[in-house]
């Protein structure tokens, strides 16, 4: 397995993991359902620890804000992958603008770091049964890419596919609905069944203090949050959300896994461990150049 295919795997984790909901009314055509869900959404900001095994290797944030006529979905992950003897470190940003009614408009997102960097742009061009995505892909040093993809019935990208069902009626196990979600790493539109395996309780950190004695951020408060556990097309991934749709855990089986907590917790301890690691990388080949020294 290479270096890029398991970045890639990583991005895929993040973006697919927060993809898995959305159930059509009984009642209501999936328009009116998605209109009303729409005006439910509540902004918020969600942080996540990322690991592989039991160590740290990254942080994640997920972000939704609504304006009178917008939903805004913000997402950032930043990761250094342990492929030994090497580390893979890169990070990747995306936005999603949609109406209230969470009919996507344009999404944008970027990946750098030790992965070949890409931008991909999509635009939703047209109304109703003649719409297309509109997708540009850039690389460096070579031209962009445009490519259109034809879109028939609801779409979504990964972030925001979970908000209709988790804000509709109550989400019960072994609901299912298929549905058209913008894959990144495909570049494609992919037709999912997504269904509601079971329901648990998690207890999820939602503050944290500093630690004079170890300077590291520790556990404050904790919440008692009912997540539900979702299937589809991706088998090998695990994901949880809440009851607004948001994730709060997501893992693979290679190891690799999210779960919701502080932002201190996530971001800031992980960049002390960063730190330290440059300053005991940076004094080991002191030490060894004092031993080697010749003695007189």
Same mark, same amino acid.
């Given at each position: 397995m290479t270096r890029r295919t398991v970045g890639l795997g990583i991005l895929a984790l993040w973006l697919i993991a927060l993809a898995l909901l959305y159930r059509r009314s009984t009642f209501r055509s999936p328009e009116q359902s998605l209109a009303e869900a729409g005006m439910r959404v509540s902004p918020a900001t969600y942080y996540y620890r990322l690991e592989q095994g039991t160590a740290q290797i990254g942080a994640a944030s997920s972000a939704v804000d609504t304006t009178t006529s917008e939903l805004i979905a913000t997402d950032f992950v930043r990761a250094a992958l342990l492929i030994k003897p090497d580390t893979l470190r890169f990070q990747a940003r995306s936005e999603g603008r949609f109406t209230r009614a969470l009919s996507l408009k344009f999404f944008i997102l970027k990946a750098e770091g030790d992965l070949t960097p890409f931008l991909l742009r999509g635009?939703?061009?047209?109304?109703?049964?003649?719409? $297309?995505?509109?997708?540009? $892909?850039?690389?460096?040093?070579? @031209?962009?890419? $445009? =490519? =259109?993809? %034809?879109?028939?019935?609801?779409?979504?990208?990964?972030?925001?596919?979970?908000?209709?069902?988790?804000?509709?009626?109550?989400?019960?196990?072994?609901?299912?609905?298929?549905?058209?979600?913008?894959?990144?790493?495909?570049?494609?539109?992919?037709?999912?069944?997504?269904?509601?395996?079971? %329901?648990?309780?998690?207890?999820?950190? %939602?503050?944290?203090?500093?630690?004079? /004695?170890? &300077? @590291?951020?520790?556990? /404050?408060? =904790?919440?008692?949050?009912?997540?539900?556990?979702?299937?589809?097309?991706?088998?090998?991934?695990? /994901?949880?959300? %809440?009851?607004? &749709?948001?994730?709060? /855990?997501?893992? =693979?089986? &290679? &190891?690799?896994?999210l779960m919701r907590t502080a932002f201190e917790i996530a971001f800031e301890n992980w960049r002390l461990d960063a730190r330290a690691a440059q300053s005991s990388a940076v004094a080991k080949p002191e030490r060894a150049s004092s031993a080697d020294a010749p003695r007189r």
């Open positions: 635009v939703i061009q047209g109304e109703g049964k003649a719409r $297309t995505l509109q997708l540009t $892909t850039e690389v460096p040093k070579k @031209r962009p890419r $445009t =490519e =259109e993809y %034809d879109v028939a019935g609801l779409v979504f990208v990964p972030t925001v596919a979970p908000l209709p069902l988790m804000l509709g009626k109550s989400p019960k196990a072994g609901a299912m609905m298929p549905v058209g979600i913008f894959d990144p790493m495909s570049r494609s539109i992919r037709n999912v069944n997504l269904r509601i395996v079971k %329901d648990s309780l998690f207890t999820v950190t %939602d503050s944290a203090a500093l630690d004079s /004695a170890t &300077g @590291r951020w520790v556990i /404050a408060h =904790e919440d008692t949050v009912r997540g539900w556990q979702i299937a589809g097309d991706v088998p090998t991934i695990t /994901a949880w959300v %809440d009851a607004s &749709g948001r994730m709060i /855990a997501a893992s =693979e089986p &290679g &190891g690799i896994s």
